[in-house]
């Protein structure tokens, strides 16, 4: 989407949702209206609650086997925008949000996705590349660093521009 189109988006919704909110409480009424939205996050919320803990665990699930988890990472994805589209007060975003909490829905928006974004990602071959700070090198072994303690002293840089004028002249230790 173009980013051209994000302002004209943020201006639409908001009048969409206002001109449904008056043709639904003249329709339905007022209060039932009103109740109607409240209902809807308190649905919105339960659902979030429930699809997001079983995606959490699917894809925990697949991370422990040794998988990436990238459809149920995007669903985790899909699910999140459908709770928050349900708690946003508005009929036409909890129309779109209950639509996203159906899986044949989130299939169709993922391979809408697929087409069009590009996911790269590195991995670690054989050590090689960084190692974390809780990552073993190949004898098993974590790695020990010894420094001296010059290497833990600290001399502030006199030319900085983060020094205040009474800064450049103490130690820091």
């Known amino acids: 989407m173009p980013l051209a189109l994000i302002p004209l ?17 003249n329709w339905i009424g007022v209060l039932p209206t009103l109740g ?10 339960l659902l979030l609650r ?35 589209l349900l708690l946003t007060p508005g009929l036409v975003t909890d129309v779109f949000g209950y639509l996203l909490f159906v899986p044949a829905v989130r299939d169709v928006v993922r391979r809408f996705l697929a087409r069009r974004v590009v996911v790269s990602a590195s991995a670690r071959m054989g050590g090689a590349g960084r190692r974390g ?22 001399r502030p840089d006199p030319d900085s521009p983060w020094n205040g004028p009474h800064e450049g002249n103490r130690t820091l230790h």
């Open 9 to 25: 988006l943020l201006l639409a919704v908001p009048i969409v949702e206002i001109a449904t909110f008056i043709l639904v409480g």
């Open 36 to 45: 109607l939205v409240v209902f809807s996050a308190v649905v919105g919320a």
């Open 50 to 84: 429930r699809q997001g803990l079983s995606t959490l665990r699917r894809i925990q699930t697949e991370t422990a086997a040794g998988r990436v988890p990238g459809r149920d990472l995007v669903d985790g994805v899909l699910i999140v925008v459908a709770g928050m």
């Open 133 to 154: 700070p809780n990552d073993k090198p190949a004898g098993g072994q974590p790695e020990m660093v010894e420094l001296s303690s010059e290497d833990f002293e600290r």
